[in-house]
């Protein structure tokens, strides 16, 4: 082959990688058609997904333990290669174009990638040259990145000596060093405490904000409800509900009237009974509970006391009840059936402090 026809191949690999990239700033950040995935075991991790994830959007993955999450994001990620399906991410095939996939996108796993004998800025100047950041550019990056997950501070403590919230707020840092328009969080707060996850949520705002589109999983329904603009329930590896926030909690049919009632298990089913059996909660959804009934209803509110005179009146004590507009946690039980599990803290996780500044 001629030095000129190798040059004109260039030229052409060069052409085709930028009409890619202006095809890119076009598409959705991703866009997935009948995604599966089956082991070599015969197990079906993915049935069939079909998503669409536009840029600059802040999107939630749920389901529970086993339905397909983790094994979705992977696949999105280049780290598993899909059994069939077509799947694009920034406008790249992640079968044929990984490594382009790769180039441009940041992943947060769930556990934390960084080096703990490293200190912050160092680890994110690894970061910046094992993604190629210019020379020039890396202690710039550095700075910028470590202001913004407030670790500036200690930019020149090791890691080994972070608490755990610093520790994840660093490993984000390092998954943003090539600036890549979008970024996988798979479930990244789990096991923080409460003050170190609101820490990370407002980083992770703050980043969505200046236009970085996010795809997250998550265990806490909390996080997703207040984060996300869309969400997206995996069951079975197949997605049975999408839609915003406030959609997603019209789907369970209204408001939730929560009776807690004295005595056993027989009296609580005898309070769902007498529930099913009140006129205006014919249609309503009844649920014996661990401490009464649950009635989700578009009545709840107008006929609730109607219900709590007719369990007087059964001989039944009340001992309380709530009305509440539906959570994502009554989401997530109406569409999966299943309860959303959650990690426990330790104590020691739950009273970790940070390093002092």
Sequence with gaps: MSSGETGREA????????????????????????????????????????????????????????????TTIKVLATLLSPTAGEVSVNGFDVTSEPRAVRESIGYMAQETSIDPELTAAE??????????????????????????????????KRAEEFSGGMKKRLDAATALVHQPPLVFLDEPTTGLDPKARN??????????????????TTQYLEEADQLCDRLAVILDGEIVAEGSPA????????????????????????????????EPFADATVQVTDSGVSVTSELARQHGTDLLVRLRDAGLTVTGFE???????????????????????????????????
């Design 11 to 70: 030229r052409a690999d060069g052409a085709a990688l930028a009409q890619t990239g202006r095809e890119t700033a076009e598409t959705s950040a991703i866009a997935a058609s009948g995604l599966q995935l089956t082991y070599s075991d015969g197990t079906e991790a993915v049935a069939s997904v079909d998503m669409t994830v536009s840029q600059g959007e802040f999107f939630g993955f749920l389901g529970p333990n086993g339905a397909g999450k983790t």
């Design 123 to 156: 680890n994110v100047r690894f970061a910046c040259e094992a993604y190629g950041v210019p020379r020039g550019d890396r202690e710039e990056r550095t700075t910028e990145l470590l202001e913004l997950v407030d670790l500036v501070d200690v930019a020149d």
């Design 199 to 216: 820490r990370l949520w407002d980083y992770f705002e703050r980043i969505n904000d200046r236009g970085t589109t996010i795809f997250l």
């Design 247 to 278: 959609e997603l909690k019209r789907r369970v049919g209204g408001e939730i009237l929560d009776v807690e009632v004295d005595g056993d298990e027989a009296d609580r089913a005898r309070a769902a009974e007498i529930a099913a059996e009140t």
């Design 323 to 357: 009305i509440h507009a539906p959570t994502l946690d009554d989401v997530f039980l109406a569409i999966t059936g299943d309860e959303v599990e959650t990690e426990t803290l330790d104590a020691d996780d739950a009273s970790e402090t940070e390093v002092s500044r």
